[in-house]
């Protein structure tokens, strides 16, 4: 059986495409999620995506499950041991930032409301070719501004946008890959919940 057409850049590394197909582009609205998602995706700054993705698990062990309450507890001497720890991504910027992140995030009850508000309108196109898909656009510099205005830190436009592709804000699914109408079709369910709250 033929392997179905992927958007080129997951090439064949069995993590690339375990991602691609099972949760980049797929609507994720789950605070914990959403808060996981951003860390990686700052976690990302000047390396590639399958450095973050090969140490994720590790450093999913080792941050508390991303658990915004309890990094928000963490503390200097917590980010010195992180940093003897060759399983995750030993930048203490970015440590830093994950836990002043997770403060920021754990006080708001509307975080992943918050989030998604800064969502463009649902595009139901695929995008031809990969060097169509945009680096940033209005919405990522939007959130952007938002997020550093209320102090978060490692979310330039570049990385929220990122962030919006994984967390299916938007689909970037290139016309012809096999994951593109699905996830188009849970973006319109998404929507529907949204605008319908409860099911109604």
């Known amino acids: 059986m033929a392997e179905p ?3 080129a850049w997951c090439g064949e590394d ?9 949760e980049w582009g797929v609507p994720e609205k789950d605070p914990q999620q959403l808060f996981e998602r951003l860390v990686l995706e700052g976690m990302q700054a000047g390396l590639s995506w399958l450095t973050v993705l090969k140490k994720r698990a590790h450093m999913r062990e080792v941050f508390f499950a991303f658990d915004m309450c309890k990094l928000a507890q963490a503390d200097a001497t917590q980010v010195d041991q992180w940093l ?4 995750i991504i030993r930048h203490r910027g970015k440590l830093q930032a994950m836990l002043n992140n997770a403060r920021l995030s754990v006080v708001r009850t509307d975080f992943a409301d918050w989030l998604w508000s800064f969502a463009p309108p649902l595009n139901l196109e695929a995008v ?6 945009p ?3 209005a919405a990522s510099i939007a959130m952007s501004k938002a997020l550093k205005k209320a102090g978060y ?3 330039g436009p570049r990385i929220c946008y990122a962030f919006m592709q994984s967390v299916g804000m938007v689909n970037d699914h290139i016309e012809g890959c096999w994951r593109h109408a699905p996830c188009r ?3 319109m369910q998404t929507n529907i919940e949204a605008d319908c709250p409860g099911g109604q």
């Open 153 to 155: 830190q490692f979310v």
């Open 185 to 187: 079709t849970l973006a």
């Open 128 to 133: 031809a070719r990969a060097d169509q898909v």
């Open 14 to 22: 069995p993590l690339y495409i375990e991602y691609h197909d099972k």
């Open 135 to 137: 680096a940033y656009t």
């Open 5 to 7: 057409q992927r958007c």
């Open 84 to 87: 003897a720890d060759a399983g």
